[in-house]
C-alpha cells in the first residue's frame, strides 16, 4: 500500500495564523481594550452594588492608567458592604479578607447601635456582599471566553 502524505498546515496558513496571532497580541495590551474591559466591570460593579446600595453609586469610579484598569471606591459604606462587618461579617466573609478585621471592638452577639439619617438601628454587623469581587470574578470569566473564541476562529475549531 502507497503511503500518502496529508499537509495540515502550509507556510502560508503559519505565515497568516502569526499575523492573526500578533494582531491579538497587540489588541490585548492596547488602552482601547483595556478600556472597554474597564467599563464592562464598571457596568457588573454598578449591577451589583444596585443590589444593596443605590445611594452610593456615584461614588464608584473607574481609572485606566497604561495596561491597567481599576473600578473602585473610597467610600466607607460601600467598604463595609464589601467585606462585612461585625460578628455576621465573620460568619460570612469575604472571599479576599486580607488586612480586614471583623469585630475589631469586640461587639460579639451584643452588637451595638449607629446612627442612619437621624435614625437609630441596631446590628451585629453585615455578611460580606462582595459587589466588587463578584465584578472582577465575572470579567475573568469573561475575557477567558473571549480569548477562547477568538483562538477558535483563528484555527477555525468548533467544539
Known sequence: MARKNINIFSSDDI???????????NYLSSNQMIEELTNMAY???????????????????TEVAGNVGRVYTNDSVLIYNEYGTG?????NPHPETDGWQYDINSHGD???????NGEWHWTKGLPARQGFYDAREKMKQIVGDKINLTIEKIFNYEK
Open 15 to 25: 505565515e497568516s495564523t502569526r499575523k492573526m496571532l500578533d494582531e491579538l497580541s
Open 43 to 61: 457596568g457588573e460593579v454598578i449591577k451589583n452594588v444596585s443590589e444593596y446600595s443605590k445611594n452610593h453609586l456615584g461614588t464608584i469610579n
Open 87 to 91: 460578628v455576621v461579617g465573620s460568619q
Open 110 to 116: 451584643i452588637g451595638w447601635w449607629y446612627q442612619d
